[in-house]
T-cell receptor
Framework: AQSVAQPEDQVNVAEGNPLTVKCTYS??????LFWYVQYPNRGLQFLLK??????LVKGSYGFEAEFNKSQTSFHLKKPSALVSDSALYFC??????????FGKGTTLSVSS | DGGITQSPKYLFRKEGQNVTLSCEQN?????MYWYRQDPGQGLRLIYY???????QKGDIAEGYSVSREKKESFPLTVTSAQKNPTAFYLC?????????????FGPGTRLTVT
């Protein structure tokens, strides 16, 4: 069975510092990996996805994610955090013919 | 949230009443989904539909029902059989349910049942 884990419930960083939000996955074949962001009382917004090819994927708002097959990870990164990046972040995975499976989410808090 | 509308934003019902949540999309997507979000539990799939007049149960379908009579619309009914219906409900759509297509989400409906 496929699954995705976000090991940190909350990540705290200072504005201007780099940020990382962790995600690991478990699938039996090739994974399709996604990151979404959710602001309070809003729907989810798509940030980026990995399908195939380059392991470093660039997405919206300066975010990027690195696919590491050997470690089955897909960590979300940003070189310099903004206070406005504070939100709930979800990692998701699927395989052929199945709906997305979401992690439980990580709350990112960026302090000024 | 563009392209997918959910109404109403907030909904209050008495226990024992059925309630229907609306979801409409103008993205010409074939696939549509309903998720339930509870604090600390992420998103859990209730139902999804790959095509008009067809839908499949997700992980937590008990106490819910859906219909897909039009490509643009995928309403969710929360029945009185759902034991704990108070939650934030999110509708989404994608080009296809097949792998690799990102989902686009509506703004959500917060349902409170007392």
């Amino acid at each position: 069975a496929q699954s995705v884990a976000q090991p940190e419930d909350q990540v705290n960083v200072a504005e201007g510092n780099p940020l990382t939000v962790k995600c690991t996955y478990s699938v039996s074949g090739n994974p399709y990996l996604f990151w979404y962001v959710q602001y309070p009382n809003r729907g989810l917004q798509f940030l980026l996805k990995y399908i195939t090819g380059d392991n470093l994927v660039k997405g919206s708002y300066g975010f990027e994610a690195e696919f590491n097959k050997s470690q089955t990870s897909f960590h979300l990164k940003k070189p310099s955090a903004l206070v406005s990046d504070s939100a709930l972040y979800f990692c998701a995975v699927n395989q052929a013919g199945t709906a997305l499976i979401f992690g439980k989410g990580t709350t990112l808090s960026v302090s000024s | 949230d563009g392209g997918i509308t959910q109404s109403p934003k907030y909904l209050f019902r008495k226990e024992g009443q059925n309630v229907t949540l609306s979801c409409e999309q103008n993205l010409n997507h074939d696939a549509m989904y309903w998720y339930r979000q509870d604090p600390g539990q992420g998103l859990r799939l209730i139902y999804y539909s790959q095509i008009v007049n067809d839908f499949q149960k997700g992980d937590i379908a008990e106490g819910y029902s859906v219909s897909r009579e039009k490509k643009e619309s995928f309403p969710l009914t929360v029945t009185s059989a759902q034991k704990n219906p108070t939650a934030f409900y999110l509708c989404a759509s994608s080009i296809s349910v097949h792998s690799g297509y990102e989902q686009y989400f509506g703004p959500g409906t917060r349902l409170t049942v007392t």
